[in-house]
Nanobody, 128 residues
Framework: VQLQASGGGLAQAGGSLRLSCAAS????????MGWFRQAPGKDREFVAA??????????AYADSFKGRFSISRDNDGNTVHLQMNSLKPEDTAIYYC????????????????????WGQGTQVTVSS
């Protein structure tokens, strides 16, 4: 599976950006898809994950992003989005999408090691 992240760019504080992650195949059914980010000099940080399995949707968010960021997917099952609102300068980072074909427990979704496939990352820069 190849993942292609896009949608990053420059935004002002308080603004919004929508990131997208396109998969090379329709793989999102039953698989968790996640977003992580990594700021310079910091560890990779979990943002959100979701799975759409047999009509049931499962979501996981890091507490610090609840209410500001939301993850969703297109009905074609190929693209997952991260809507980022009320952006802050500290949201500046490279954002990565990731996918796992395993079935991690919810408690492991924040671990980067739970995901086998990664996109190349897209830069988000938020100015004050």
């Amino acid at each position: 599976v190849q993942l292609q992240a896009s949608g990053g760019g420059l935004a002002q504080a308080g603004g919004s950006l929508r990131l997208s992650c396109a998969a090379s195949e329709r793989t999102f059914s039953n698989y968790f898809m996640g977003w992580f980010r990594q700021a310079p000099g910091k560890d990779r940080e979990f943002v959100a994950a979701m799975r759409w399995s047999y009509g049931n949707r499962h979501y996981a968010y890091a507490d610090s992003f609840k209410g500001r960021f939301s993850i969703s997917r297109d009905n074609d099952g190929n693209t997952v989005h991260l809507q980022m609102n009320s952006l802050k300068p500290e949201d500046t980072a490279i954002y990565y999408c990731a996918l796992t074909k395993r079935s991690p427990i919810f408690g492991d979704l924040h671990r980067s090691g739970a995901y086998e496939y990664w996109g190349q990352g897209t830069q988000v820069t938020v100015s004050s």
